[in-house]
């Protein structure tokens, strides 16, 4: 790609030149299937193609006066420029952070410091990503509060006391992700964002799992994106603050980036991210009417054709392209194991596949079985036969570590 | 609450095996009977509550007592 074509991928219209999808008729094959897009989706062709050219044409520093310079500068201004827009914010209230996890970091931490004379309480919802659960551990542990808000059965939080949690004396903010990343349960965004309207309290909304997958409603101060969970590169993260929001940066002090996250950008991939972003949400309402169907799938046939198996989250507020559900009596990595071996790639949430051995907060939230749980989840590449192998596939794996295990009939 | 008829030490099992110890443990004593399963896996405070809803069992509570938490389930049929 030359330099003009590059600025061209962050600002033309998006039409069919961008025909980079696989052919969805993919024969039936043993080739690795990779169901974890949700942790990270394939780099996006848009965003492989940025990126190189971005390596020939960005890799000067954008704060300095000379010509390579300038022409970094114009690059990460378009970036910044199509962001904005296919977000439909200012670009001046678009920062491009390091990660995702640093993004929510500084939304967390810069919505309590900002707004630290109307008090120092943090209301969450108990299905928080843990980049929001650590930063509200720091902001407790140096003296601050929060209070954290439950979830029903299907993951859904509760408006009521959410509502409640957000009048109370001395909020200083509120953080909700847009959609659970652990069970795909999409949140009452607007409500809560009008409960907190109502309240005089920003909203901060951890939105990885959605940006490039489905709109977010209005009302929030604060957003969150990770350009990895739409098939940008790893390592680009978005933090979004409104006009008018009292934040304040929680880092030692850098004007970069409007001085909301300190240190040099990896401008290639900040390029790359752009682009992939403008290329994935103008085909997002066809990929989410093309996955939503398999997700429906997957959740009926597992319920179906695995015994004693928990399908869980919402059944129709849910993400188009994710879906989770625990197997009894399973143990979660010893089926993630066999799950690879058979060439599938998925994740997780149960404890037995976590360092720390505890239960994923978001299944005992919503108190579901947190064992022998799977999270698969899909993206732009996932064809109806990768679905197929995986569904052919599943109920015989779980049977032999059931067999083996001896817990069959249990 | 009523005394347990039976206690399943699972300390320092993972999970799902104070799940799996209460699922072959229960059908073989009465309807009614009350079991309690040590476990001091986190997990279980999570699945054994889960598994007694999938299977109609009743979960009567949780107990911490000396041998760290314990959770006690009704046979209900
Ligand atoms: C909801 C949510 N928030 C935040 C993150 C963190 O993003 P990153 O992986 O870019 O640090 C993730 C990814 O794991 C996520 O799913």
Redesign the pocket.
Not at chain 1, 99 to 102: E, R
């Given at each position: 790609m030359t330099g003009s074509a590059l600025l061209g991928s962050l600002s033309a219209p998006i039409g069919g030149s961008w025909g980079y999808r696989r052919d969805s008729v993919a024969c039936v094959s043993a080739s690795p299937v990779y169901l974890d897009a949700?942790?990270a989706a394939p780099l996006h062709p848009v965003a492989r193609q940025a990126l190189l050219a971005a390596l020939d044409d960005g890799w000067a520093d954008p704060g300095r006066l000379y010509t390579q310079a300038r022409r970094a500068r114009q690059l990460l201004d378009a970036a910044r420029a199509a962001t904005a827009e296919t977000l439909g914010v200012r670009p001046d209230e678009v920062s491009f952070t390091p990660?995702?996890?640093?993004a929510?970091h500084g939304a967390v931490l810069g919505g309590l410091a900002g707004r630290h004379r109307a008090g120092r309480v943090l209301v969450h919802s108990a299905i928080e990503?843990s980049?929001v659960l650590h930063a509200a551990e720091r902001h407790v542990a140096t003296g601050g509060a929060s209070t954290e808000v439950p979830v029903d059965r299907l993951g859904r939080l509760d408006l009521a006391r959410w509502s409640a949690a957000v009048r109370a004396p001395g909020v200083a903010l509120a953080a909700l992700?847009a959609a659970s990343?652990e069970v795909g349960t999409v949140q009452p965004v607007g409500e809560a964002a009008g409960a907190c309207g109502d309240a005089g309290v920003p909203l901060f909304v951890?939105a990885?799992?959605a940006v490039g997958r489905v709109p977010v409603p209005a009302g929030w101060s604060v957003l969150?994106a990770?350009a990895?969970?739409w098939g940008g590169p790893?390592g680009v993260?978005l933090l979004v603050v409104r006009k008018g929001t009292r934040w304040e940066s929680p880092w030692p002090a850098d004007e970069r980036e409007g001085g909301r996250t300190p240190g040099a950008l990896n401008l290639p991939a900040v390029v790359a991210a752009a682009a992939s972003l403008r290329a994935v949400a103008a085909d997002a309402a066809a990929e989410a009417a093309r996955l939503a169907p398999l997700v429906a799938r997957i959740r009926a046939r597992v319920a179906a054709e695995v015994p004693d198996v928990e399908v869980v989250g919402d059944p129709d507020h849910r993400l188009p392209h994710l879906v989770t559900f625990s197997c009894l009596y399973v143990d979660g990595e010893a089926l993630l194991h066999a799950l690879d071996r058979r060439g599938f790639a998925v994740s997780s949430g149960s404890s037995c596949t976590s360092s720390t051995l505890r239960p994923s907060h978001v299944l005992a939230a919503m108190g579901v079985l947190s064992h022998g749980n799977v999270r698969v989840s899909l993206h732009r590449e996932t064809t109806e036969a990768d679905v197929e192998r995986f569904l052919t596939e599943l109920p015989g794996i779980v049977a032999d570590l059931r067999a083996a295990a001896g817990v069959v009939g249990l | 609450m009523t005394a347990p008829a039976e206690v399943l030490d699972c300390r320092g099992q993972r999970c799902p095996l104070p799940v799996i110890a209460a699922a072959r443990r229960l059908p073989e004593l009465p309807v009614g009977t009350v079991i309690r399963v040590l476990a001091d896996d986190p997990a279980a405070a999570v699945d054994i509550p889960a598994w007694c809803r999938m299977r109609g069992h009743e979960f009567v509570g949780t107990v911490t007592g000396p041998d760290g938490p314990a959770y006690d389930i009704r046979r209900q049929h």
């Open positions: 949700a942790t990660s995702g996890t640093a929510a990503h980049a992700i990343h951890d990885a799992q969150t990770s990895h969970k790893p993260g | -």
